[in-house]
């Protein structure tokens, strides 16, 4: 095997430990974090309460003397941050004055065979595409420089197509030193159809009164969606496929100076409105919707028509507006403002959901963080079981095609 279980890593912008979690599930707890670095004082302080280790802060205040041991691998959700155009065209990746020149810094190693063997980053789906592939490709070559054989296009890969109902697409980079294996890294992962898993399978259908108090949704957002609920059911929405904007109905200004997209919405609201307009008229006074806030005034009905009540969906208050889907699974966890409510609770999913929909063992602990904290720290977390899969993918194709090679 090319790793023993007891491998040694080190856990770069490490958040609450996302990687770390999933090499302890892949080593059942024999893997040892060497060295762990978060800036963010309060993802750091529940990495330090979970794992009881110290932290290392500023990843670019980090002697390399500090790491008193060799590694093997080498984990690091970085930060996105583009690379110098200049630098490409003269011919070299240039990542220099990004955060991912440290994660190159800290691995390299005059002598090859002490550096790491195995890499695994993640970073958000745009990654490939980003600035017209000049971001991977910069990417890809530091890390070729410095004697990596690396995967050719990273892995898009989400918690759904492991059966978690989360939909959290993003790219996964692997790469080993190219003494060890230099061949190409295919990698067969398993996906689980669309659509096949359900938001109920992560929420806690009978949560305590006490609890359930701190998340149920305010009046206001309850009358906003009992509003939108009467309109789902007055109006046939199935074959609308654009935003619903309430502030259009009976507008006639001018928008010929808008951009074409927004006139063609616009234009579409007023004439549902046109076309409903007994109902509309009485729907906005008995709501009294001219008066809600501007983001209650605006709907985004994404179900088609797999569902018919508001309330059957999973809902979001979004600043562009309310925003139904089906509940399948939960949209990407981000942060406080945008946690995802399940519309049959009349309640925003849980810490404790949260942590489910990110694979965070059940021993986690948030209680010391404030609720802002602990959904903003998830939001910002790799999915722990997408991670342990795609690693343990990697290590199964290494042990199998190493030997080959
Ligand atoms: C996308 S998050 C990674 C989260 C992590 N993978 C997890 O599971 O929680 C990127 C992290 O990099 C941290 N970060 C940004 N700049 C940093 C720096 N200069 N030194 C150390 N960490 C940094 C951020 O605070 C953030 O937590």
Redesign the pocket.
């Given at each position: 095997m090319l790793l023993d279980k007891n491998f040694k890593f080190i856990?770069?912008?490490?958040?609450?430990?996302?990687?770390?979690?999933a090499m302890d599930k892949y080593s059942s707890g024999k893997a040892k974090c060497i060295m762990a670095?978060?800036?963010?004082p309060d993802?750091k302080k529940t990495?330090e309460n979970h794992f009881k280790m110290n932290v290392?802060?500023?990843?670019?205040?980090?002697e390399k003397s500090e790491i008193k041991e060799t590694f093997d691998v080498v984990?690091?959700?970085?930060?996105c941050q583009t690379f110098s155009k200049a630098g490409m065209q003269k011919g070299f990746g240039d990542p220099r004055g990004t955060?991912f020149k440290?994660i190159i810094r800290l691995a390299e190693n005059e002598d090859l065979s002490k550096q790491p063997k195995i890499m695994i980053l993640?970073?958000v789906r745009n990654l490939i595409t980003h600035d017209n592939g000049v971001t991977w490709n910069t990417i890809k070559k530091a890390l070729e420089d410095i004697n990596y054989n690396v995967i050719d296009t990273p892995i898009v890969v989400g918690p759904k197509d492991f059966n978690i109902p989360q939909l959290r697409e993003r790219a996964i980079i692997l790469a080993v030193r190219k003494d060890i294996y230099s061949g190409e890294i295919k990698l067969d992962i398993e996906r689980k159809k669309n659509n096949c898993t359900s938001i109920y399978d992560i929420v806690d259908a009978d949560l305590p009164e006490e609890e359930y108090k701190n998340y149920r949704i305010t009046e206001k957002e309850e009358e906003a969606l009992d509003a939108w609920n009467a309109f789902v059911k007055g109006i046939n929405l199935t074959v609308i496929g654009f935003p619903i904007w309430s502030d259009e109905f009976g507008d006639e200004r001018d928008i010929s100076d808008l951009p074409e997209w927004k006139q063609d919405f616009i234009l579409k609201n007023r004439k549902l409105y046109k076309d409903n307009k007994r109902f509309i008229d009485q729907w906005l006074k008995k709501h009294k919707i001219r008066s809600m806030i501007p983001t209650y005034r605006k709907f985004e009905w994404q179900v088609a028509n797999k569902i018919h009540d508001v309330y059957d969906g999973i809902i979001q208050f979004r600043p562009s507006g309310i925003r139904v889907k089906q509940p399948t699974e939960s949209p990407t966890l981000v942060a406080m403002v945008h946690v995802p409510v399940i519309g049959k609770y009349r309640r925003r999913i849980t810490i404790n959901e949260a942590r489910k929909l990110?694979s965070f063992p059940e021993n986690y602990d948030f209680t010391g963080e404030t609720k802002f904290n602990a959904y903003k720290?998830?939001g910002?977390?790799?999915n722990?079981e997408v991670i342990y899969q795609v690693f343990k993918k990697f290590m199964d194709f290494l042990d199998k095609n190493v030997k080959e090679n």
């Open positions: 856990d770069l912008f490490a958040g609450i430990g996302g990687f770390h979690c670095s978060e800036i963010n993802a990495y290392l802060g500023d990843i670019t205040k980090i984990c690091g959700g970085f930060p955060l440290e993640e970073n990110q720290q998830l910002n977390a790799v722990v």
